[in-house]
């Protein structure tokens, strides 16, 4: 797309968004909801509350809730031992993983595939 195609599409699309920015301006619901959220933080801060301190007074248990998630790790399953077998060599390679330098030099002389069926487990 040319530049300046790009740049008449951008305007199109800025000039559609701000008709709906109009249209939001006056919706009544959007103001009440303006003029609520401005109360409470007046009210807020005018007692010297944070938005966390009201949910701990009115929902006490969602703050445990929050703090235990965050302090407990989830626990990843093990990974298991892998065991190749080069036939030609008779050598074996046990891994959790694919970063072995020996099977990583396996793969390059003898290929991928070829390498991933001599897995004995």
Known sequence: MSKLAEFRQLEKHLEEQLQALEALKGDAGLKKEIEFETKVRDLLSQYGFSLKDVINILDPQSAR????????????KARVVKVYKNPHSGETIETKGGN?????????????????SWLSN
């Open 100 to 116: 072995h330098r020996g099977l990583k030099a396996w793969k390059v002389e003898y290929g991928a595939n070829t390498v991933e």
């Open 65 to 76: 809730a929050v703090s235990a998630g965050s302090s407990q790790k989830v626990a990843r």
